[in-house]
C-alpha cells in the first residue's frame, strides 16, 4: 500500500464470480492493466468491465449508485477487509493510487448467511430494509415543523445521535463481523432515533421490535470484538451498540405484554 | 421476545456469568498465593474453606452460573458459525481486524472447562484425609492439601498443561472482562478505554498469579 509514483498501476484481480444465488460461485483472475491512480475501485472495475464486454465477456456484477460515499449501495470485501483496507472510507472512495504497480486483489462479496448473493459481488440487503421496516421511523405526527427552539437537545445528544444517524445501511459491520451480526446497524438506527426527543416516545417498542427481527433474519449475535467499528466508513461508535444493550434491557423489563 | 431468548439478554447472561466467574478466579488465585507461606498457612486457608458450611452455597452460585455460562456460550456460538457459513478467501487484515483473543472465546472457553472438569478431580475429589494426606496445625486434623499439590506438581507434563490452560485463563479475561461491561451496557468514552485496559491488566494479574504456583512448586519445593 502507499503512494504511487506512477500515473498508472497493473494489477492482478481475484474477483468472485456466482451466476446466481442457486449456484455455486468460484474466483477468476483479471489482469487490470494501466489503471489510473487517480481512478476510484470502481471505476477500476469499470475499465474491467469495459474490456470484458468488449470481449464479449459477462461483465462482473457489483452495486454502486451515487459514487460519493453516502448512499451505501458499494459492497465488496477488497483483501479481506471490507471497502479495502483504509479507515472512513466505502468503496466508491477508494483510489487506486492506495495500491501498488503489480499487486494482486481478492474481491469478494459481503459473506453473511442474512445477505445471499444475488450475483457475483452483488449480495441481497433487503433484510435491513426489513428491519427499518419494524420501528426504524418516527410514527407520532408531528405536524408541521415546529419551531427551531421549541425542542432543546443537549450537543452532547445531538454529536451521538449524529454520529448514528450517519450510518449509511452498507452492511459493512455485517461483513466485517466473524459472526454475521447487524448490532452496529440496528444500534446506529435505535441510538440515532432515541437520543432525540422526537424518536425518544417510541424507543422502548421500537429497540425491542428491531432486535427482535434481526435476530429473526438469521444475523448473528454481538461479541463485542469491535470489528464492525472499524469496518465502518462512517465511523459509527461502537458505542451504539452498548447503548443498545442498556436500552434493550430496560425496553425489556417495563414492557407490559 | 422472551429476555432469555433474545440476542442481547443472553449476552447479558453471559457477561453477568462471567463477571461472576472473574472475581471467583482472581479470589481463587490470590489464596493459591499462600504457597508462599508455608504449608500450614495454605492447609488453614484450604480448611478454613471448605469447614464453612456457607461454601456450599458459593459453590452451587458457582455451578449454576458455570452451567448458564457454558450452556449459553455454545448456544450462541453455534447461532454464530451458522449466520456466517462462508469464510473470506483473505482474513480481515490490518487496521481492521478484531482482536485475536476475541474471536476464539469458545475455543479457550471449551479448554478452562476441560481444565475445570479435571482440576476438581485432581484437587477437590483427589486423596485427602483417608489417602493419608492428612496434617495437624495449631492441634487441629486437617487435609494436607499442601502436600498434594507438591505431589501433583512433580510432572513435568501437569505443570505444562496446567500453565497452557492458565494462559487460557488470561486470553479469555483480556476480552470476557471489558466485553461483559459492554454486554451489561457499560460505556463512557473518558472510561472504557481505561477499563479495556483493566481488562488486561485484571488477565495478566490473574493468569500470573495462577502460573506462578505449579512453576514454583515444580522448580523449589520438594516432595515429602
Known amino acids: 500500500m502507499g503512494g504511487a509514483s506512477q500515473s498508472t498501476i497493473d494489477l492482478k484481480l481475484k474477483v468472485w464470480r456466482q451466476k446466481d444465488a442457486a449456484t455455486g460461485g468460484r474466483f477468476e483472475d483479471y489482469d487490470a492493466t494501466g489503471i489510473s491512480t487517480d481512478a476510484s475501485f470502481l471505476e477500476m472495475l469499470d475499465v474491467v468491465n469495459q474490456r470484458l464486454i468488449k470481449g464479449g465477456e459477462d461483465p462482473i456484477a457489483f452495486d454502486h449508485d451515487c459514487r460519493e460515499g453516502i448512499c451505501g449501495s458499494c459492497s465488496m470485501v477488497i483483501n479481506g477487509n471490507p471497502h479495502g483496507p483504509e479507515r472512513s472510507t466505502a468503496t466508491c472512495q477508494l483510489h487506486m493510487r492506495k495500491f501498488n504497480d503489480g499487486d494482486t486483489i481478492v474481491v469478494e462479496p459481503f459473506r453473511a448467511n442474512a445477505f445471499p448473493v444475488i450475483k457475483d459481488l452483488s449480495v441481497d440487503r433487503t433484510s435491513f430494509d426489513e428491519i427499518i421496516a419494524v420501528g426504524g421511523y418516527v410514527s407520532v405526527n408531528t405536524g408541521n415543523a415546529p419551531d427551531a427552539n421549541a425542542l432543546p437537545v443537549p450537543k452532547v445528544d445531538a454529536d451521538q445521535a449524529f454520529n448514528a444517524a450517519a450510518c449509511i445501511g452498507c452492511g459493512a459491520c455485517v461483513a466485517a463481523c466473524a459472526n454475521g451480526s447487524a448490532m452496529l446497524f440496528v444500534g446506529a438506527k435505535v441510538g440515532h432515533l432515541a437520543l432525540l426527543p422526537q424518536g425518544r416516545s417510541e424507543h422502548n417498542e421500537r429497540v425491542l421490535a428491531m432486535m427482535d427481527k434481526m435476530q429473526e433474519l438469521g444475523f448473528g449475535n454481538c461479541s463485542n470484538t469491535g470489528a464492525c467499528a472499524v469496518a465502518c466508513p462512517k465511523d459509527i461508535s461502537f458505542e451504539n451498540i452498548v447503548r443498545m444493550n442498556r436500552e434493550y434491557a430496560k425496553a425489556s423489563i417495563k414492557k407490559r405484554t | ?224
Open chain 2, 1 to 224: 421476545m422472551n429476555y432469555l431468548k433474545s440476542s442481547i439478554g443472553r449476552k447479558q447472561l453471559m457477561g453477568l456469568t462471567g463477571l461472576i466467574w472473574s472475581g471467583f478466579v482472581l479470589s481463587h488465585m490470590l489464596g493459591n498465593l499462600l504457597i508462599f507461606a508455608g504449608s500450614d498457612a495454605y492447609n488453614k486457608y484450604s480448611y478454613a474453606l471448605t469447614s464453612n458450611p456457607l461454601l456450599y452455597l458459593a459453590e452451587a452460585g458457582l455451578v449454576v452460573t458455570l452451567l448458564a455460562h457454558v450452556f449459553y456460550g455454545l448456544k450462541l456460538k453455534f447461532e454464530n458459525v451458522e449466520a456466517r457459513q462462508t469464510r473470506y478467501a483473505m482474513p480481515t487484515n490490518g487496521e481492521k481486524a478484531a482482536r485475536f483473543q476475541s474471536k476464539w472465546m469458545a475455543f479457550h472457553g471449551s479448554l478452562i472447562l476441560v481444565f475445570i472438569i479435571y482440576h476438581l478431580i485432581t484437587f477437590k475429589y483427589g486423596p485427602g484425609v483417608e489417602a493419608g494426606y492428612v496434617t495437624t496445625v495449631d492441634g487441629v486434623q486437617m487435609r494436607d492439601l499442601h502436600r498434594l499439590i507438591v505431589d501433583v506438581f512433580q510432572s513435568p507434563a501437569y505443570v505444562f498443561g496446567y500453565v497452557l490452560c492458565m494462559i487460557g485463563v488470561g486470553f479469555h479475561l483480556s476480552h470476557g472482562f471489558y466485553s461483559a461491561f459492554a454486554s451489561l451496557g457499560f460505556y463512557h468514552p473518558k472510561y472504557s478505554d481505561w477499563l479495556s485496559k483493566l481488562g488486561y491488566v485484571y488477565a495478566v494479574v490473574v493468569a500470573a498469579g495462577f502460573i506462578s504456583q505449579p512453576l514454583y512448586v515444580y522448580l523449589f519445593a520438594e516432595a515429602r
